[in-house]
């Protein structure tokens, strides 16, 4: 499932603040934040990327059992200062055994693009083509921010996000139904973070507590003249976060 939530172009803070639990089985292998070049693995498929920009991912994701070749994520951040988080949907018209592609492999390759909006346009052609499970993608710079809203190949539509706290789940963007979307909208202060993003993140409601499954890391990004990026590689509610300086010089 996952939540990510932003509060964007806030008044008196930097433009992108993001918390982020991943939720995941507890068995499916998953690393600590790995800097990696973006796009250079996957090969962008339609050359909006330069292949040749470093990235920062909450984790490094080889697939179900560990075995995929090449990493994907579900949340990263580059240097040009883009953004890209991808949550699952539970109306995804694709069946498990006819998808072909990988969410998180696509995640990597739109970490190529120097703008979220090339990111955008990438993300809207690619889940176009089909072959992916349905999904939604959160993209951000500090100029321009979007998410797409993707259940199959013929229903991939873009959403220019207003200035505001916005966050998506396993549904639409701000899905009013969503306790933990009205949760988020209500109690989180941009001004105060990372300390009402962290306390979110650790919030009883919040949090997935499931037999074999459940959020199984959490990450806090802030994007203005700096990058801050905080993350905890298991329960937040038991972990501390720690701060991964980024960009790093000599980081390759």
């Known amino acids: 499932m996952c939540l990510v939530f932003i509060g964007w ?7 992108v603040r993001i918390g982020a639990n991943r939720e995941e089985w507890r068995t499916r292998p998953m690393t600590s934040p790995v800097c ?4 250079a693995a996957t090969g962008n498929p339609s050359g909006t990327g330069t292949g040749s920009l470093r990235c920062l991912m909450a984790g490094a994701d080889f697939g179900p059992d560990g075995s995929f070749p090449t990493a994907g994520t579900w ?5 040009a200062g883009l953004v890209v988080a991808v949550t699952n949907r539970n109306d995804g018209v694709l069946p498990w055994p006819e998808q072909t592609r990988s969410k998180g492999l696509l995640a990597v390759d ?3 693009c120097r703008r979220a909006a090339d990111a955008a346009r990438l993300a809207r052609d690619e889940l176009s083509s ?6 939604n993608y ?4 500090r100029d321009d921010a979007f998410v797409i809203q993707a259940p199959g190949s013929a229903q991939v539509v873009v959403l220019i996000l207003e200035p505001g706290i916005h966050a998506m789940t396993n549904l639409d963007l701000d899905d009013p139904d969503d306790p933990r979307i009205r949760l988020v909208r209500s109690r989180f202060v941009p001004r105060d ?3 009402s993003a962290a306390r979110l993140c650790r919030d009883d409601r919040i949090i997935v507590d499931e037999p074999g499954r459940g959020t199984i890391a959490s990450s806090l990004v802030s994007l203005g003249d700096s990058i801050t990026f905080d993350h905890i590689r298991g329960d ?3 972990h501390d976060y720690t701060r991964y300086c980024w960009p790093e010089e000599g980081t390759d």
């Not at 949340?75 to 240097?79: E, P, R, S, T």
């Open 110 to 112: 739109l970490l190529a």
């Open 193 to 195: 973070f990372p300390a």
């Open 236 to 238: 937040p509610r038991t």
């Open 75 to 79: 949340l990263g951040i580059n240097d």
């Open 130 to 135: 089909g072959g992916f499970g349905g999904c």
């Open 36 to 39: 990696r070049r973006a796009g």
């Open 138 to 141: 959160l993209l951000a710079d």
């Open 9 to 15: 172009r806030i008044e008196g803070c930097p433009p």
